[in-house]
């Protein structure tokens, strides 16, 4: 952690704890998600091989969206983005990890629209 900000280096601790526990495997992948000021990202990656299944995000091709991309809006048109891959992919269940982030917000909101839209946390 070689990070000096104070909440980066929090995020990595609480990511570093969270991901003590949480693994994806090839009959329940992790569901990834990253957020950055400008841009929200999302994968999801089988541990055991190390490959990523699916992978969406705000900077993506397919991912139209008009005005600012760091918003509430746009996580839910990426959540729902990853979890329609997911499904063409065969990909039913997933475990969540939010990556050190809180559950609020755009992490919530990103989380939510993928369960709508037909992913099993």
């Not at 994968?43 to 760091?70: M, P, R, V, W, Y």
């Not at 918003?71 to 499904?87: E, Q, S």
Request: aromatic share 6%.
């Amino acid at each position: 952690m070689a990070k000096t900000n104070p909440s980066a280096k929090s995020r990595l601790r609480r990511k570093m704890h969270i991901r003590k526990t949480v693994r994806g495997s090839t009959a329940r992948p992790r569901l990834s998600i990253y957020r950055s000021a400008n841009h929200i990202y999302a994968q999801i990656i089988n541990d055991e091989t190390g490959t990523t299944l699916a992978s969406a995000s705000t900077q993506s091709k397919e991912f139209d969206h008009e005005g600012h991309k760091g918003n509430k809006d746009a996580a839910v048109k990426v959540g729902t983005m990853i979890a329609k891959k997911a499904i063409d992919a065969g990909i039913q269940t997933v475990t969540f990890d939010r990556n050190g982030f809180l559950y609020h917000g755009r992490v919530q909101a990103l989380a939510d629209a993928a369960r709508e839209a037909g992913l099993k946390f």
